[in-house]
């Protein structure tokens, strides 16, 4: 009789597939019930921007829309639709806290501000990118409080504003890269994460270069866009519009664990960002379903939390619970991208065994 021996071959299997969206968010809601602490933050910076002085912009916003005048033979249809958006700006202008650049300034939530219609932002695809600390009132940008209204400071000059603007950016990435570490180990108790000035220069570093090649593409598209408009045809041009905004969206989404890997794993800029590309590549469909599910959350939660009259303390409510959603989808990324990371190292380990 002839005996076989079979021996396991530790190469012939994989690892255990990593965590998916539903369940990384699900252990992201525990983290956060059993470490109620981690939402101190964007609660602090709610109660800031409700409760203190506004830097208002007003004057510089009237001259600009005073700027915007049609000439006196416009199609009426385009005056029309012209004088809606010139309205909207100026509520806009009238709302505009500079101080809420310290909550990231998220343009589609913004544009659901009271008195202005509520639409959406492609370029919202761009909050992915979770590095400032969230706030409900920096997308509110209330001008009263239960107390009254608001006190403002008006600001008129261009250059102090510009200064302001980036000084109030560095704080906000500042501040939002000390509640990333805050997340990531609440997440990974004991792990080792970047340190805290390497980490906060990494991340700034990152979301100006993110920034600028989006607005130095954007101004060249836009460019490209009114030229083919003119010389061909409206149809093109839109054809070219989606295309700019569907290349917008795939780059947001494979960089959109860039800071994750900064500060998790303590990678530089561009390992971080290889790194990113790598774990959206190999885990498409995964990576995808987390990111359109984490922004509908956040998408749908952002109508919920405005609902409160701004003057009304029931808008506490709406800022505990953005507190806790934020934190929640937050450390859920964490889980997410740590999951898919540890296994692709356990797969490159067990190719070279």
């Not at 390992?271 to 990111?291: E, K, Y």
């Amino acid at each position: 009789m002839v005996k076989y021996l079979f021996v396991d071959d530790t190469r012939s299997t994989n690892p255990a597939s990593p965590i998916g969206a539903f369940a990384a968010l699900w252990t992201g809601f525990n983290c956060l019930v059993a470490k109620p602490y981690l939402i101190l933050a964007p609660l602090a910076l709610d109660a800031f921007l409700w409760f203190t002085p506004r830097l208002t912009l007003v004057s510089i916003f009237r001259e600009m829309i005073g700027m915007m005048i049609l000439p006196p033979n416009t199609d009426p249809i385009i005056a029309d639709q012209m004088k809606s958006v010139l309205e909207a700006w100026a509520t806009f202008g009238d709302r505009f806290n500079l101080l809420s650049i310290l909550g990231g300034f998220p343009i589609n939530q913004v544009l659901k501000a009271p008195g202005m219609t509520p639409m959406f932002n492609p370029i919202s695809i761009l909050s992915i990118f979770p590095v400032a600390i969230r706030s409900v009132m920096a997308a509110r940008m209330p001008v009263e409080n239960p107390f009254g209204i608001l006190a403002s400071i008006e600001l008129s000059d261009p250059l102090q504003v510009a200064g302001l603007w980036m000084m109030l950016t560095i704080i906000g990435l500042g501040l939002g890269t000390l509640f990333h570490r805050a997340i990531a180990a609440g997440v990974a108790p004991g792990a080792k994460l970047g340190t805290t000035w390497r980490s906060i220069i990494h991340i700034i570093l990152f979301m100006f270069l993110l920034f600028g090649v989006v607005l130095f593409a954007g101004t060249g598209m836009m460019l490209v866009i009114g030229l083919v408009s003119l010389l061909f045809s409206a149809t093109i041009s839109m054809l070219l519009l989606f295309f700019g905004f569907s290349l917008i969206f795939w780059v947001a989404v494979y960089l959109a664990f860039t800071p994750h890997g900064i500060i998790r794993y303590r990678l530089n800029l561009f390992r971080a960002m290889a790194g990113s590309v790598t774990i959206v590549r190999r885990n498409f469909l995964g990576a995808i379903g987390f990111i359109v599910l984490a922004l509908g959350i956040g998408y749908i939660g952002s109508w919920v939390w405005l609902l409160p009259p701004e003057e009304s303390w029931f808008n506490i409510l709406g800022i505990l619970g953005h507190s806790f959603v934020s934190a929640t989808i937050l450390a859920a990324s964490y889980i997410f991208y740590q999951g898919r990371y540890e296994w692709g190292l356990a797969l490159l380990a067990r190719q070279n065994a």
